[in-house]
T-cell receptor, first 113, second 112 residues
């Protein structure tokens, strides 16, 4: 069990560019969550998958954000036309259906210039 | 609206000086309350899950307790390596989504 992994760990981009992040959950974990965290704040829920189905997306989430989990394993989070306000740490977590505990990856730090 | 409030925002302790962190919550039916530790620039690290009032969990120098309105994280004889931000989160019972609702955290510094 290698834990949740995320790639890249850091991303610097210019405003208006598209970025994509990848999350590999703990193997056999059915649920996968994306959160966003800014400095001094707790994580904010973005979206959630159960296997390959995206079951909920935060109403706060702009249409510029999209997430996929095509085979029920890894997931990608894409941000189109990035804005400076998108600068944050993007966290991925996974869990089993049978338990409630979520295990987090190291995060991807996004900086939009 | 489901909400989590943590206090204090920051706490500075001397090594060996025990203390408690507070997490107050309002949620429409509690499924579970979670404590995480977060080091700068890293993802949250799971510590404890508590499900019902009266429940207690312990791990090394940490002990978490739960009542119907709040949870405490007790730190006994802390060491400098316990310095981190401690985050509290709740899950609501309603619905299938297990999303976590978070507090802002308590930043703990333990001086040698």
């Amino acid at each position: 069990d290698t834990g949740v992994s995320q790639d890249p760990r850091h991303k610097i981009t210019k405003r208006g560019q598209n970025v994509t992040f990848r999350c590999d959950p703990i193997s056999e974990h059915n649920r996968l969550y994306w959160y966003r965290q800014t400095l001094g704040q707790g994580p904010e829920f973005l979206t959630y998958f159960q296997n390959e189905a995206q079951l909920e997306k935060s109403r706060l989430l702009s249409d510029r954000f999209s997430a996929e989990r095509p085979k029920g394993s890894f997931s990608t989070l894409e941000i189109q036309r990035t804005e400076q306000g998108d600068s944050a740490m993007y966290l991925c977590a996974s869990s089993l259906i049978t338990t409630d505990t979520q295990y987090f990856g190291p995060g991807t730090r996004l900086t939009v210039l | 609206e489901d909400q989590v409030t943590q206090s204090p925002e920051a706490l500075r302790l001397q090594e060996g000086e025990s203390s408690s962190l507070n997490c107050s919550y309002t949620v429409s039916g509690l499924r579970g309350l979670f404590w995480y530790r977060q080091d700068p620039g890293k993802g949250p690290e799971f510590l404890f899950t508590l499900y019902s009032a009266g429940e207690e969990k312990e791990k090394e120098r940490l002990k978490a307790t739960l009542t119907k309105k709040e949870s405490f994280l007790h730190i006994t004889a802390p060491k400098p390596e316990d310095s981190a931000t401690y985050l509290c989160a709740v899950q609501a019972r309603a619905g299938n989504n297990r999303k976590l609702i978070w507090g802002l955290g308590t930043s703990l510094a333990v001086n040698p």
